[in-house]
């Protein structure tokens, strides 16, 4: 299963209904010069183990700070 470019909580969703094992890693920037919108997280990485646990790294739309 593809899970990039998803919104994060739709993944988890068909993942745990197809009883699937996953983790998640939420990813930050470096620099917070705009706002994270945490409720609105995609994943932008997968990787399947061995074992067929998907792992996860999600990361936050950027919001626009208005002037």
């Known amino acids: 299963m593809d899970t990039v470019a998803q919104s994060l909580a739709l993944v988890q969703q ?4 197809a009883k699937i094992q996953y983790t998640v890693s ?10 994270l919108q945490e409720d609105c997280l995609y994943v932008i990485r997968q990787h399947i183990d061995a074992d067929g646990i998907y792992h996860l790294v ?8 208005v002037f």
């Open 58 to 65: 999600a990361a936050g739309k950027m919001g626009k700070e």
């Open 14 to 17: 068909e993942l745990d209904k």
């Open 26 to 35: 939420v990813t930050h920037p470096t620099r917070k010069f705009f706002k």
